[in-house]
């Protein structure tokens, strides 16, 4: 059966799959996919393996093989290599800056009764409460405190402290 997605490398496409693989300097997956890419080559100079092949030499599926093929023929080298699309991601804040002091200042604040400090869980609930964002989740809570420097009844303890002022 024919493969929908044949992959030709150019020279230069070649010598850079060769040189990832004899370097052994990056991911492993990256290497991986370049001798995937080495292997699948139908010019005349590729071997042109089957998928089968391929994923029994490397230690992968033949879905692996498959997508990597796929991504070479429709994004190019440097997508078929590179193994995670992690970067372009982006996730919209559940806290602005205004939310975040709120959340600072209930952080510092004296804790519901018959508690003895702020757990992440009763301030993310507490902010859903006052009506700042309709849900919340404590790791956002714990990240968000993470970053200012704030924990859950630590700030209360900063506060209660002497300033180191020299008494005049």
Same mark, same amino acid.
């Given at each position: ?27 492993? $997956? ?7 890419? =080495?292997?699948?080559?139908?010019? /005349?100079?590729?071997? $042109?393996?089957? &998928? ?16 990597? $093929? ?6 190019? =080298?440097?997508?078929? =290599? ?5 970067? &372009? ?5 559940? =806290? &602005? ?21 702020? /757990? ?13 964002? &309709?849900?919340? /989740? ?17 700030? /209360? ?12």
């Amino acid at each position: 059966m024919p493969t929908k997605y044949v992959v030709v490398l150019t020279d230069d496409q070649r010598r850079h799959c060769t040189d990832i693989v004899r370097a052994g300097e990056a991911r492993a $997956r990256t290497i991986t996919h370049a001798q995937i890419l =080495l292997k699948t080559d139908a010019s /005349s100079h590729g071997p $042109r393996w089957t &998928d089968e092949a391929i994923a029994e030499a490397f230690g992968v599926t033949t879905v692996t093989v498959a997508t990597v $093929r796929k991504t070479m023929v429709n994004e190019g =080298l440097e997508a078929a =290599l590179r193994h995670y699309k992690g970067p &372009d991601r982006e996730y919209p804040r559940k =806290l &602005d800056g205004h939310a975040e002091g709120h959340l600072i200042a209930l952080a510092c604040s004296t804790p519901p009764q018959g508690r003895t400090h702020w /757990s992440l869980r009763l301030l993310a609930a507490r902010m859903v409460e006052l009506g700042y964002v &309709d849900s919340l /989740s404590r790791t956002t809570v714990g990240e968000t405190l993470k970053k200012t420097n704030c924990s859950p009844g630590a700030c /209360s303890v900063i506060a209660s402290r002497p300033s180191k002022t020299p008494s005049s």
